[in-house]
């Protein structure tokens, strides 16, 4: 079965200052790969996803993300972290056949200081 | 256009009791999934309704079923409530059956079990 691990529950970050958010899944095949975010008392965002072609994928809000198939790797960055930023982050995966189920992680919470 | 529209936002049960949650799809989605999310356990997949059938599910007992009818729309019902179902319960909306179109998530339904 597949599994997503977010190593990092909490991450503090100076607004301003760049930032890196981990994650890695466990599946066979090539997944499909998103990362949502969440800010309290409200549903998930999209920020981006991966299906395949191009390993870095842009999303909004400025974020980006690289795929690593070596790695199995998926981490989520911003080169310059706002305060709005600070939220709930979650990576997901998907799979061929799985229809629209996503296997979210953890999720890490990020806060930035100003 | 629209969002997912959940109802009720906020709900407050006893334990033994039943509740249904409902889901509102954006105009054209066929694809309604549902999830619980928890300070402990975090986001899990529920059930996937897709064109009326359910079509993945997941490891919850029997007390937590739903359905979807001819407009997309979904509810969800636990019965006999336990305290431990007091959750976020997230739905989440696509345009086709497949893992190739975004989820949009609607902002939960609060389910507190006292």
């Known amino acids: 079965a597949q599994s997503v691990t977010q190593p990092d529950i909490h991450i503090t970050v100076s607004e301003g200052a760049s930032l890196e958010l981990r994650c890695n899944y466990s599946?066979?095949?090539?997944?499909?790969l998103f990362w949502y975010v969440q800010s309290p008392g409200q549903g998930l965002q999209l920020l981006l996803k991966?299906?395949?072609?191009?390993?870095l994928v842009q999303g909004i809000k400025g974020f980006e993300a690289e795929f690593k198939r070596s790695q199995s790797s998926f981490n989520l960055r911003k080169p310059s972290v706002h305060w709005s930023d600070a939220a709930e982050y979650f990576c997901?995966?998907?799979?061929?056949?799985?229809?629209?189920?996503?296997?979210f992680g953890t999720g890490t919470q990020l806060k930035v200081e100003l | 256009k629209a969002g997912v529209t959940q109802t009720p936002r906020y709900l407050i049960k006893t334990r033994g009791q039943q509740v249904t949650l409902s889901c509102s799809p954006i105009?054209?989605?066929?694809?309604v999934s549902w999830y619980q999310q928890t300070p402990g356990q975090g986001l899990q997949f529920l059930f996937e309704?897709?064109?009326?059938?359910?079509?993945n599910k997941g490891n919850f007992p029997g007390r937590f079923s739903g359905r979807q009818f001819s407009n997309s729309r979904s509810e969800m019902n636990v019965s006999t409530l336990e305290l431990g179902d007091s959750a976020l319960y997230l739905c989440?909306?696509?345009?086709?059956?497949?893992?190739?179109?975004?989820?949009?998530f609607g902002q939960g339904t609060r389910l507190t079990v006292v």
């Open positions: 309704y897709f064109s009326e059938t359910q079509r």
């Open positions: 105009s054209g989605h066929r694809s």
């Open positions: 989440a909306s696509s345009l086709a059956g497949s893992m190739n179109t975004e989820a949009f």
């Open positions: 599946y066979g095949a090539t997944p499909y």
């Open positions: 997901a995966v998907g799979f061929t056949g799985g229809g629209n189920k996503l296997t």
């Open positions: 991966y299906f395949s072609g191009d390993t």
